[in-house]
Nanobody, 123 residues
Framework: VQLQAFGGGLVQAGGSLRLSCAAS????????MGWFRQAPGKERDFVAA????????PYADSVKGRFTISRDNAKNTVYLQMNNLKPEDTAVHYC?????????????????WGQGTLVTVSS
């Protein structure tokens, strides 16, 4: 099983980026997929998670209203649309997958991790 994240880069404050994470090795259509991030010198923090469209989608308070998570099960891919980026969003962003609900990922540890993609927001 492999999770491959793409889409990081350098952007000015107020700008947008879209991260993608493609899973391979097995289908994750029935599992939760999500994003975490780790800023320099800080712990890895939860960002957002998604499973079914009818379920609630948890977001970290710091990104609510600016970030949107979505997924395409046919492509086994999860996305993170990041708008109105701020310098404090600068971090390595990691995708993850977990059995169970999005709340399982919010309060627990994912079963699978992808490699990170660096997002740098300049002021």
């Amino acid at each position: 099983v492999q999770l491959q994240a793409f889409g990081g880069g350098l952007v000015q404050a107020g700008g947008s980026l879209r991260l993608s994470c493609a899973a391979s090795g097995r289908s994750f259509s029935g599992d939760t997929m999500g994003w975490f991030r780790q800023a320099p010198g800080k712990e890895r923090d939860f960002v957002a998670a998604i499973r079914w469209s009818f379920e609630s989608t948890p977001y970290a308070d710091s990104v609510k209203g600016r970030f949107t998570i979505s997924r395409d099960n046919a492509k086994n891919t999860v996305y993170l649309q990041m708008n109105n980026l701020k310098p404090e969003d600068t971090a390595v962003h990691y995708c993850a997958a977990a059995r169970g609900s999005p709340q399982t990922m919010l309060y627990g540890t994912p079963d699978y991790w992808g490699q990170g993609t660096l997002v740098t927001v300049s002021s």
